[in-house]
């Protein structure tokens, strides 16, 4: 059972943004770093933001993260049809001493 | 280039055990803390433990505590988790996962685990 929420599916038609909510507590995203992951069909996930905000090379400006409080979220502007995948939202929780995953996203291109 | 690879995975009867082992190679292993992280089949990650670069801190999720042990060995840059009382609700694919916290993430491709009689 993760204690990160995230909404079950997301959708939008290729150019438009997309948001992604991922609700948390003060344990978890309230008092670490938020990163989120990417996973493909069939493939392992790869890390998509880092520092609530921060994006690895080689990640297209087009992905953006923030957080405010114990709530984070992450935007894809411009969708395209490669975006299709599972977002998952991750933090360190001090209270459990566990890293938690949301429940993930699954993303649909229109 | 920074590789992971997973292997030891199969088929076990309930009870039973088995000994994942990750091979990590083109990064400089003993500098970063290593994760398990799995993936029941249609299902989402789940943080299974993680181990410090010197392997003196260690961490597990509550499901999986007295049942499995990480462990790793710098010398062969290699990661472990030796999996004993498995269950059928630790049938997943295991992924080893470099810093899965921090900016150097990394994931290998992941190993399944299937637990049935």
Known sequence: QS?????????????????ISCSGSSSNIGSNTVNWFQQLPGTAPKLLIYGNTQRPSGVPDRFSGSKSGTSASLAISGLQSEDEADYYCAAWDDSLNVYVFGTGTKVTVL | EVQLVESGGG???P?????LSCAASGFTFSSHWMHWVRQAPGKGLEWVANIEQDGSEKYYVDSVKGRFTISRDNAKNSLYLQMNSLRAEDTAVYYCARAVGSS????GQGTLVTVSS
């Open chain 2, 104 to 107: 150097a993430s990394w994931w």
């Open chain 2, 15 to 19: 009870g039973g055990s088995l000994r």
């Open chain 2, 11 to 13: 088929l076990v009867q």
């Open chain 1, 3 to 19: 204690v990160l929420t995230q909404p079950p599916s997301a959708s939008g038609t290729p150019g438009q943004r997309v948001t």
